[in-house]
C-alpha cells in the first residue's frame, strides 16, 4: 500500500501527556500537511512542511504544539502537556509538489482522546 | 467564522433521489475541491474545479464552480447508499493553504 500511513491510529493521553503523532506521506511526496478535525466538523490547517522545513504554521497553536518533517523518517506532530480541548482527530496529507492545484492525498488519520 | 459555509449540514435522503449540495463563500478561491469522508477514514478527493463556471461531471456527480469562483454545488443524480458519507469542500485562497466547510452528512437509505 503506497498511501499516506499515519499511527497510531488511536491515542490515548492522560491530561498532562505527551502524544506523538506520525505521518509517512506517498512515495515521492516531499509536502505534508497536517489538519485537526472536531466530531461532525470539517478539517481545519495546522501547518505546511517541506523536507527540514515548516513552510507555514499559521494554523498550529503557538504553544504546546510542533511539527517537523526531517529528512530521513517520516513528520512528527507533537503535542506537549495535552488538554481535553485537544481531543479530535488529526490528519496528514501529502502531495508530489507544491501548488493550489496539486492533490493532497489524505492518511486514515489518528484519534487523540485526552482523558 | 467559518469561511466557507456549505448547507444543507444533513441530508437523509431514500435510494434514487437527486440531491444538491452547496458550498458558499464571500471570498474568492483559486480552486476548489470536493471530498467524500466515511467514518473512520481520511477525505477522498472527488473533484477539482478551477475556472469561474466550470462544470465537471463523475458519473452520477456534477460539480459546479460559480462564475465569480466564490461557490461550488455538488449534484447527485439517483442517489445509492454508497454515496453515504460526509462531503467537504475546501477553497485554496493563496499558497497551498486550504479551507475546508464544516461538511455536509448525506445518509442514503436503501
Given at each position: 500500500?503506497?498511501?499516506?500511513?499515519?499511527?497510531?491510529?488511536?491515542?490515548?493521553?492522560?491530561?498532562?501527556?505527551?502524544?506523538?503523532?506520525?505521518?509517512?506521506?506517498?512515495?515521492?511526496?516531499?509536502?505534508?500537511?497536517?489538519?485537526?478535525?472536531?466530531?461532525?466538523?470539517?478539517?481545519?490547517?495546522?501547518?505546511?512542511?517541506?523536507?527540514?522545513?515548516?513552510?507555514?504554521?499559521?494554523?498550529?497553536?503557538?504553544?504546546?504544539?510542533?511539527?517537523?518533517?526531517?529528512?530521513?523518517?517520516?513528520?512528527?506532530?507533537?503535542?506537549?502537556?495535552?488538554?481535553?480541548?485537544?481531543?479530535?482527530?488529526?490528519?496528514?496529507?501529502?502531495?508530489?509538489?507544491?501548488?493550489?492545484?496539486?492533490?493532497?492525498?489524505?492518511?486514515?488519520?489518528?484519534?487523540?482522546?485526552?482523558? | 467564522?467559518?469561511?466557507?459555509?456549505?448547507?444543507p449540514?444533513?441530508l437523509s435522503i431514500q435510494e434514487g433521489e437527486n440531491l444538491t449540495v452547496y458550498c458558499?463563500?464571500?471570498?474568492?478561491?483559486?480552486?476548489?475541491?470536493w471530498?467524500r469522508?466515511?467514518?473512520?477514514?481520511?477525505?477522498?478527493?472527488l473533484v477539482?474545479v478551477?475556472?469561474?463556471?466550470e462544470v465537471k461531471k463523475l458519473k452520477r456527480l456534477t460539480f459546479q464552480f460559480?462564475?465569480?469562483?466564490?461557490?461550488s454545488s455538488l449534484h447527485i443524480t439517483a442517489a445509492q447508499p454508497g454515496d453515504t458519507g460526509?462531503y467537504?469542500?475546501?477553497?485554496?485562497?493563496?499558497?497551498?493553504?486550504?479551507?475546508?466547510?464544516?461538511?455536509t452528512?448525506l445518509n442514503v437509505k436503501p
Amino acid at each position: 500500500n503506497a498511501g499516506v500511513m499515519q499511527n497510531p491510529r488511536h491515542l490515548v493521553r492522560r491530561r498532562g501527556q505527551e502524544a506523538r503523532l506520525r505521518c509517512s506521506p506517498m512515495k515521492g511526496h516531499s509536502h505534508v500537511y497536517w489538519y485537526r478535525q472536531l466530531p461532525e466538523e470539517g478539517l481545519k490547517f495546522m501547518v505546511y512542511l517541506q523536507k527540514e522545513n515548516i513552510i507555514d504554521e499559521s494554523g498550529m497553536p503557538k504553544e504546546r504544539f510542533s511539527a517537523e518533517f526531517p529528512k530521513e523518517g517520516p513528520s512528527i506532530l507533537r503535542i506537549q502537556q495535552v488538554v481535553r480541548g485537544d481531543s479530535a482527530a488529526y490528519f496528514c496529507a501529502s502531495s508530489l509538489a507544491g501548488g493550489l492545484q496539486e492533490t493532497q492525498y489524505f492518511g486514515p488519520g489518528t484519534r487523540l482522546l485526552v482523558l | 467564522t467559518q469561511l466557507l459555509e456549505q448547507s444543507p449540514q444533513f441530508l437523509s435522503i431514500q435510494e434514487g433521489e437527486n440531491l444538491t449540495v452547496y458550498c458558499n463563500s464571500s471570498s474568492v478561491f483559486s480552486s476548489l475541491q470536493w471530498y467524500r469522508q466515511e467514518p473512520g477514514e481520511g477525505p477522498v478527493l472527488l473533484v477539482t474545479v478551477v475556472t469561474g463556471g466550470e462544470v465537471k461531471k463523475l458519473k452520477r456527480l456534477t460539480f459546479q464552480f460559480g462564475d465569480a469562483r466564490k461557490d461550488s454545488s455538488l449534484h447527485i443524480t439517483a442517489a445509492q447508499p454508497g454515496d453515504t458519507g460526509l462531503y467537504l469542500c475546501a477553497g485554496a485562497t493563496n499558497f497551498n493553504k486550504f479551507y475546508f466547510g464544516s461538511g455536509t452528512k448525506l445518509n442514503v437509505k436503501p
